[in-house]
């Protein structure tokens, strides 16, 4: 296994949940502790999904060349599923994925504890949840059928945006500008997985519910990325019978 594209997925997952998750914890509703509770500015939902979309960005065109981009678990067995990513790299992808997302997540957690009165666990710190933990006040039914369709079509788009035949080198803007629109609809939903790293840094140090809850946002997006899969290659592209193509530039 060649050391640089795992150092690759670290990066590109950690800058993913740094970027993504500390737009969410840092600057969504700063300043958090105006004298005006009830009124608080910041950036919102709009600029969390932005916020998403540009660390998968700018991440996928630094380092896509390196790895692939995948940045996400969901991902790298989508595209396995798609015969454009080796099986002998899945294992080792998930692992570093996943210790760049708890690593992203332990960096946040010191630079949010950096203002007085933050308090991580109360804060939610951006996991994902449903229920009682949903931003909208979702139910479990609700969360999974978002998940898993949002992660289906990431996938999809990441396939045919990186396929031989797409335009070259408008990937990265593509996949991108999908998981902007994607936490566009579902933060309201879930606080927007489709990504099981993104997920696990979080849940980690928040515990209880959120580790809780932390296997829907595994089986939902992996479920996502497998149907994603699926669907382009043996319905949009008729590659089912072709051989497996380079890794993908996704995230």
């Given at each position: 296994m060649d050391l640089r594209k795992?150092?690759?997925?670290?990066?590109?997952?950690?800058?993913?949940?740094?970027?993504?998750?500390?737009a969410a914890v840092l600057a969504a509703q700063f300043p958090r502790y105006a004298v005006d509770f009830a009124n608080p500015s910041g950036i919102g939902f709009l600029g969390v999904s932005f916020a998403f979309g540009l660390t998968v960005l700018t991440g996928a065109y630094a380092l896509g060349h390196v790895s692939g981009g995948h940045f996400n678990p969901a991902v790298t067995?989508?595209?396995?599923?798609?015969?454009?990513?080796?099986?002998?790299?899945?294992?080792?992808?998930?692992?570093?994925?996943?210790?760049?997302?708890?690593?992203?997540?332990?960096?946040l957690a010191v630079i949010a504890d950096g203002?007085?009165?933050?308090?991580?666990?109360?804060?939610?710190?951006?996991?994902n949840g449903f229920a009682d933990h949903?931003?909208?006040?979702?139910?479990?039914?609700?969360?999974?059928?978002?998940?898993?369709?949002?992660?289906?079509?990431?996938?999809?788009?990441i396939l045919g945006a990186t396929s031989k035949r797409a335009s070259a080198g408008m990937g990265a803007l593509a996949i991108g500008l999908c998981l902007t629109l994607i936490h566009l609809v579902t933060i309201p939903v879930t606080n927007t997985s489709v990504n099981p790293a993104r997920s696990t840094g979080p849940a980690v140090f928040v515990g209880g519910w959120a580790l809780e809850q932390l296997w829907l946002f595994w089986l939902a997006p992996i479920v996502g990325g497998v149907v994603g899969a699926v669907v382009y290659r043996y319905v949009i592209s008729g590659e089912a019978s072709g051989e497996m193509e380079a890794d993908a530039q996704a995230a």
């Amino acid at each position: 296994m060649d050391l640089r594209k795992l150092a690759a997925e670290f990066l590109g997952t950690f800058w993913l949940v740094l970027g993504g998750c500390g737009a969410a914890v840092l600057a969504a509703q700063f300043p958090r502790y105006a004298v005006d509770f009830a009124n608080p500015s910041g950036i919102g939902f709009l600029g969390v999904s932005f916020a998403f979309g540009l660390t998968v960005l700018t991440g996928a065109y630094a380092l896509g060349h390196v790895s692939g981009g995948h940045f996400n678990p969901a991902v790298t067995i989508g595209l396995w599923t798609a015969k454009r990513h080796p099986g002998r790299d899945v294992a080792p992808y998930i692992v570093v994925q996943v210790i760049g997302g708890i690593v992203a997540a332990g960096v946040l957690a010191v630079i949010a504890d950096g203002t007085e009165g933050f308090d991580l666990k109360a804060s939610g710190f951006a996991a994902n949840g449903f229920a009682d933990h949903s931003p909208g006040g979702y139910g479990v039914g609700a969360a999974l059928v978002a998940e898993i369709v949002m992660t289906a079509v990431f996938v999809l788009v990441i396939l045919g945006a990186t396929s031989k035949r797409a335009s070259a080198g408008m990937g990265a803007l593509a996949i991108g500008l999908c998981l902007t629109l994607i936490h566009l609809v579902t933060i309201p939903v879930t606080n927007t997985s489709v990504n099981p790293a993104r997920s696990t840094g979080p849940a980690v140090f928040v515990g209880g519910w959120a580790l809780e809850q932390l296997w829907l946002f595994w089986l939902a997006p992996i479920v996502g990325g497998v149907v994603g899969a699926v669907v382009y290659r043996y319905v949009i592209s008729g590659e089912a019978s072709g051989e497996m193509e380079a890794d993908a530039q996704a995230a």
